[in-house]
């Protein structure tokens, strides 16, 4: 009898560490969470001051810029699909290395900058000069980003002539032959 008292108290002991432990790992994934979100905060910030301002010139990090130039190429066939939204969102997680709700936010943010930014061929434009432009900015990852543009282009299929004349604006702003 002692024995089976000193088994189910081994037991209830196991079982109250286990669940402590489970509790620390959710207090751990709730602390990783709002550490991201403070992290983000900052960039947050800036773009919800600067979306007061309109237009195109609030773009201060070529990411988005790259990103309104990817919605840019999906809007040229017409009302963006959700096989589009997934390829974009695929390149941003993959070359910016964001996380799926970092990438969403930033794909949202571009939405409603090149809402506002008038025609397409005039926001491929300042978007490439912009990414041209930028300090840092090397000849691969002007390519990388043309391979983007070029994977949202065919998203659906084969380019339309309107994605093929926005993808030539911007390689001839950025010196890209194919």
Known sequence: ?????????FLGFIAVWYWRIKAMQEVAKDGRKVVETVANLPRKMRFKNKSGKGGLAVVDDPRQAATILMLEIAQAR????????????????????????????????????????????????????????SPGMTSKELVDLDGMLVAVSEAEGDPTDSQ?????????????RV
């Open 1 to 9: 009898m002692q024995f089976i008292a000193i088994l189910l108290g």
């Open 78 to 133: 017409g009302t963006r699909t959700v096989r589009q939204e997934a390829v974009i969102r695929g390149e941003v997680m993959h070359h910016f290395e964001f996380n799926e709700a970092d990438a969403n936010a930033l794909i949202d943010q571009a939405g409603l900058l090149s809402r506002n930014g008038g025609a397409s061929h005039v926001v491929m434009s300042k978007m490439t000069d912009f990414v041209r432009q």
């Open 164 to 176: 093929l004349d926005l993808l030539t604006i911007y390689r001839d702003k950025t010196g890209l």
